[in-house]
């Protein structure tokens, strides 16, 4: 690994966010599970949570890509929501955000949403800027 790999390297790993969330009854739907666009929304604001952490600029959603809901989030569980910067480039850089279920009163835990989204810098003029 060069110094520049390194660098970007320890700049992902600090920017690494983690977010505990109950799923109360006001954002699930008649089915008793977590409305999709609740937990989207929930996503995109980690994703530019980390996203600001690593680049700390403005940065805007640019696009979600490929959000995969494999189990669904009844209420009365916590989920935890976990973003992670997957790649960077000049003005543009994506996060992978993933979303886990863990029962209140058992230890059981498991992977319920995954996705992508992207994000581009933006200067003053709301015009796209270098991340570095």
């Known amino acids: 690994m060069n110094l520049k790999t390194e660098a970007i390297q320890e700049l992902i790993n600090k920017s690494k966010t983690s977010i505990f969330k109950a799923v109360f009854p006001n954002t ?9 666009g609740v937990a989207m929304q929930l996503m995109d604001e980690v994703a530019f949570i980390t996203a600001t952490r690593f680049s700390r600029k403005k940065v805007v959603t640019v696009s979600s890509d490929r959000i995969d ?3 669904p ?7 935890e929501l976990i973003g992670e910067v997957s790649r ?9 955000v993933e979303i886990f ?6 230890k059981k835990r498991e992977q319920a949403i995954t996705g992508n989204f992207s994000f581009v810098a933006i200067d003053e003029n709301k015009k796209p800027t270098p991340i570095f």
Not at 73 to 79: D, E, K, Q, S
Not at 88 to 96: A, I, P, Q
Request: net charge negative; hydrophobic share 40%.
């Open 88 to 96: 960077v480039g000049t003005t543009s850089l994506d996060v992978r």
């Open 101 to 106: 279920i863990e029962e209140m009163y058992s």
């Open 69 to 71: 809901f494999k189990v």
């Open 28 to 36: 699930t739907n008649h089915y008793d599970t977590l409305f999709g």
């Open 73 to 79: 989030i009844a209420a009365g569980t916590i989920i």
